[in-house]
Protein backbone atom coordinates (compact mmCIF):
# COMPACT_ATOMS: atom_id res chain seq x y z
CA UNK A 1 0.00 0.00 0.00
CA UNK A 2 1.14 3.29 -0.59
CA UNK A 3 2.00 5.01 2.59
CA UNK A 4 2.85 9.02 3.46
CA UNK A 5 4.48 9.37 6.71
CA UNK A 6 4.89 12.48 8.75
CA UNK A 7 6.15 12.06 11.67
CA UNK A 8 5.64 15.26 14.00
CA UNK A 9 2.23 16.26 14.94
CA UNK A 10 3.02 19.07 16.29
CA UNK A 11 6.42 21.42 15.07
CA UNK A 12 6.88 24.46 17.87
CA UNK A 13 9.52 27.20 16.08
CA UNK A 14 10.34 30.95 16.72
CA UNK A 15 9.58 33.60 13.93
CA UNK A 16 12.83 34.12 12.47
CA UNK A 17 13.38 30.40 13.06
CA UNK A 18 14.38 28.08 9.88
CA UNK A 19 11.53 25.42 9.26
CA UNK A 20 11.79 21.85 7.82
CA UNK A 21 8.45 19.60 8.11
CA UNK A 22 9.51 16.11 7.33
CA UNK A 23 7.57 14.12 4.94
CA UNK A 24 8.85 10.43 3.61
CA UNK A 25 6.78 7.80 1.58
CA UNK A 26 7.27 4.56 0.34
CA UNK A 27 8.85 3.76 -2.79
CA UNK A 28 6.65 3.18 -5.70
CA UNK A 29 7.85 4.28 -9.16
CA UNK A 30 7.88 7.71 -10.41
CA UNK A 31 5.95 9.59 -7.28
CA UNK A 32 4.11 12.82 -7.73
CA UNK A 33 4.09 14.86 -4.57
CA UNK A 34 2.42 17.77 -3.24
CA UNK A 35 2.09 19.67 -0.31
CA UNK A 36 -0.78 20.99 1.20
CA UNK A 37 -2.08 23.47 3.66
CA UNK A 38 -4.82 24.16 5.73
CA UNK A 39 -4.92 28.09 7.56
CA UNK A 40 -7.16 28.59 10.41
CA UNK A 41 -11.02 28.35 9.56
CA UNK A 42 -9.78 28.29 5.63
CA UNK A 43 -10.10 25.20 2.88
CA UNK A 44 -7.53 22.90 2.35
CA UNK A 45 -5.17 24.23 -0.57
CA UNK A 46 -2.26 23.55 -2.56
CA UNK A 47 0.96 24.97 -1.05
CA UNK A 48 3.52 23.72 -3.69
CA UNK A 49 4.31 20.07 -6.00
CA UNK A 50 6.97 18.87 -6.25
CA UNK A 51 7.69 18.65 -10.20
CA UNK A 52 6.84 22.75 -10.48
CA UNK A 53 10.09 23.42 -8.36
CA UNK A 54 8.75 26.47 -7.52
CA UNK A 55 9.17 28.48 -3.87
CA UNK A 56 5.70 29.45 -2.81
CA UNK A 57 5.84 31.71 0.22
CA UNK A 58 9.32 31.16 0.90
CA UNK A 59 8.53 27.36 0.90
CA UNK A 60 10.44 24.71 -1.17
CA UNK A 61 10.76 20.87 -1.17
CA UNK A 62 12.82 18.72 -2.68
CA UNK A 63 12.45 15.44 -3.76
CA UNK A 64 15.05 13.03 -2.15
CA UNK A 65 14.06 9.55 -4.33
CA UNK A 66 17.25 7.49 -2.69
CA UNK A 67 16.01 8.72 1.17
CA UNK A 68 11.96 8.56 -0.38
CA UNK A 69 11.58 11.78 0.89
CA UNK A 70 9.94 15.03 0.28
CA UNK A 71 10.37 17.77 3.28
CA UNK A 72 9.36 21.27 2.97
CA UNK A 73 11.52 23.86 4.46
CA UNK A 74 11.37 27.62 5.16
CA UNK A 75 14.64 29.30 5.89
CA UNK A 76 12.66 32.15 7.95
CA UNK A 77 9.35 31.38 9.55
CA UNK A 78 6.83 33.85 9.65
CA UNK A 79 3.74 33.80 12.13
CA UNK A 80 1.50 33.87 9.28
CA UNK A 81 3.07 30.26 8.32
CA UNK A 82 0.95 28.90 11.33
CA UNK A 83 -1.13 26.25 10.08
CA UNK A 84 -1.30 22.58 9.64
CA UNK A 85 0.47 21.16 6.76
CA UNK A 86 0.24 17.74 4.67
CA UNK A 87 2.30 15.90 2.27
CA UNK A 88 0.42 13.83 -0.38
CA UNK A 89 1.18 11.56 -2.92
CA UNK A 90 -0.21 10.79 -6.19
CA UNK A 91 -1.34 7.37 -6.76
CA UNK A 92 -2.75 5.23 -9.13
CA UNK A 93 -3.07 7.96 -12.22
CA UNK A 94 -5.98 10.57 -11.89
CA UNK A 95 -7.03 12.36 -8.54
CA UNK A 96 -6.49 9.80 -5.70
CA UNK A 97 -4.35 11.63 -3.06
CA UNK A 98 -2.53 9.70 -0.30
CA UNK A 99 -2.16 12.30 2.37
CA UNK A 100 0.12 11.97 5.81
CA UNK A 101 -1.44 12.67 8.92
CA UNK A 102 -0.28 16.21 8.96
CA UNK A 103 2.14 18.35 11.08
CA UNK A 104 0.65 21.43 13.00
CA UNK A 105 3.24 24.23 12.90
CA UNK A 106 3.01 26.45 15.13
CA UNK A 107 5.24 30.03 15.04
CA UNK A 108 6.02 31.67 18.47
CA UNK A 109 6.94 34.70 18.25
CA UNK B 1 -14.63 31.78 -10.85
CA UNK B 2 -16.86 30.35 -7.94
CA UNK B 3 -14.81 27.81 -5.35
CA UNK B 4 -15.99 23.96 -4.56
CA UNK B 5 -19.03 24.09 -3.29
CA UNK B 6 -20.25 21.39 -0.89
CA UNK B 7 -23.93 21.29 0.93
CA UNK B 8 -25.19 20.91 3.09
CA UNK B 9 -22.43 22.15 5.36
CA UNK B 10 -23.72 20.32 8.21
CA UNK B 11 -26.08 17.46 8.96
CA UNK B 12 -26.85 15.47 12.11
CA UNK B 13 -28.16 11.82 11.19
CA UNK B 14 -29.27 8.55 13.49
CA UNK B 15 -27.29 5.17 12.85
CA UNK B 16 -29.11 3.25 10.27
CA UNK B 17 -30.36 6.38 8.02
CA UNK B 18 -29.05 7.34 4.73
CA UNK B 19 -27.74 10.68 3.58
CA UNK B 20 -26.79 12.02 0.73
CA UNK B 21 -23.66 14.98 0.32
CA UNK B 22 -23.87 17.51 -2.79
CA UNK B 23 -20.84 18.76 -4.59
CA UNK B 24 -20.37 21.28 -7.14
CA UNK B 25 -17.24 21.64 -8.56
CA UNK B 26 -15.28 24.32 -10.24
CA UNK B 27 -16.53 25.44 -13.78
CA UNK B 28 -14.83 23.63 -16.44
CA UNK B 29 -13.99 20.94 -14.01
CA UNK B 30 -14.68 17.26 -14.79
CA UNK B 31 -12.76 15.31 -11.94
CA UNK B 32 -14.30 15.37 -8.28
CA UNK B 33 -12.64 13.33 -5.84
CA UNK B 34 -14.45 12.89 -1.95
CA UNK B 35 -12.18 11.98 1.52
CA UNK B 36 -13.14 11.46 4.64
CA UNK B 37 -11.22 13.29 7.32
CA UNK B 38 -11.90 12.11 10.95
CA UNK B 39 -9.07 12.84 13.86
CA UNK B 40 -8.57 8.85 14.15
CA UNK B 41 -7.44 8.26 10.56
CA UNK B 42 -6.82 11.40 8.57
CA UNK B 43 -8.21 11.80 5.43
CA UNK B 44 -8.69 9.31 3.26
CA UNK B 45 -9.55 8.88 -0.56
CA UNK B 46 -13.25 7.42 -1.09
CA UNK B 47 -13.49 7.92 -4.73
CA UNK B 48 -12.76 10.02 -7.45
CA UNK B 49 -15.11 10.45 -10.95
CA UNK B 50 -14.50 11.83 -14.08
CA UNK B 51 -17.04 12.55 -16.92
CA UNK B 52 -19.67 11.05 -14.91
CA UNK B 53 -17.42 7.89 -14.51
CA UNK B 54 -15.58 6.52 -11.51
CA UNK B 55 -11.74 6.58 -12.36
CA UNK B 56 -10.08 5.95 -8.85
CA UNK B 57 -11.76 3.83 -5.57
CA UNK B 58 -10.51 4.11 -2.26
CA UNK B 59 -10.83 1.16 0.41
CA UNK B 60 -14.12 2.15 1.44
CA UNK B 61 -17.04 -0.76 2.19
CA UNK B 62 -19.89 -1.27 -0.26
CA UNK B 63 -21.82 1.68 1.84
CA UNK B 64 -20.62 4.83 0.30
CA UNK B 65 -21.09 5.35 -3.44
CA UNK B 66 -20.82 8.46 -5.52
CA UNK B 67 -22.09 9.37 -8.44
CA UNK B 68 -21.70 12.46 -11.25
CA UNK B 69 -23.87 13.94 -13.50
CA UNK B 70 -22.99 15.76 -16.63
CA UNK B 71 -22.54 18.91 -15.52
CA UNK B 72 -19.57 17.61 -13.58
CA UNK B 73 -21.81 17.80 -10.06
CA UNK B 74 -21.41 14.99 -7.51
CA UNK B 75 -23.18 13.70 -5.04
CA UNK B 76 -22.04 10.74 -2.64
CA UNK B 77 -24.15 8.67 -0.49
CA UNK B 78 -24.01 6.53 2.80
CA UNK B 79 -26.45 3.85 3.41
CA UNK B 80 -26.97 2.52 6.79
CA UNK B 81 -25.00 4.86 8.66
CA UNK B 82 -23.01 3.65 11.65
CA UNK B 83 -21.18 6.23 14.05
CA UNK B 84 -17.83 5.41 12.92
CA UNK B 85 -19.23 7.64 9.91
CA UNK B 86 -19.02 10.70 11.59
CA UNK B 87 -16.71 12.87 10.20
CA UNK B 88 -16.02 15.88 8.02
CA UNK B 89 -16.64 15.14 4.13
CA UNK B 90 -14.42 17.09 1.79
CA UNK B 91 -14.75 17.67 -1.88
CA UNK B 92 -12.32 18.34 -4.18
CA UNK B 93 -12.49 19.81 -8.03
CA UNK B 94 -9.22 19.24 -10.65
CA UNK B 95 -9.46 19.78 -14.44
CA UNK B 96 -9.42 16.31 -15.04
CA UNK B 97 -6.96 14.21 -17.60
CA UNK B 98 -4.52 11.98 -17.06
CA UNK B 99 -2.07 12.91 -14.38
CA UNK B 100 -1.93 14.73 -10.81
CA UNK B 101 -3.81 17.65 -10.97
CA UNK B 102 -3.89 20.63 -8.45
CA UNK B 103 -7.26 19.89 -6.45
CA UNK B 104 -8.95 22.31 -4.93
CA UNK B 105 -11.22 21.98 -1.83
CA UNK B 106 -14.59 22.61 -0.70
CA UNK B 107 -15.59 23.60 2.46
CA UNK B 108 -16.39 20.15 3.61
CA UNK B 109 -19.93 18.87 5.15
CA UNK B 110 -19.84 17.35 8.95
CA UNK B 111 -21.79 14.64 9.16
CA UNK B 112 -22.55 13.64 12.50
CA UNK B 113 -24.07 10.22 13.28
CA UNK B 114 -25.81 9.64 16.65
Known amino acids: AQRVTQPEKLLSVFKGAPVELKCNYSYSGSPELFWYVQYSRQRLQLLLR??SRESIKGFTADLNKGETSFHLKKPFAQEEDSAMYYC???????????FGTGTQLKVEL | KAGVTQTPRYLIKTRGQQVTLSCSPISGHRSVSWYQQTPGQGLQFLFEYFSETQRNKGNFPGRFSGRQFSNSRSEMNVSTLELGDSALYLC?????????????FGPGTRLTVT
Open chain 1, 50 to 51: HI
Open chain 1, 88 to 98: ARSTGGGNKLT
Open chain 2, 92 to 104: ASSPGGQGAYEQY
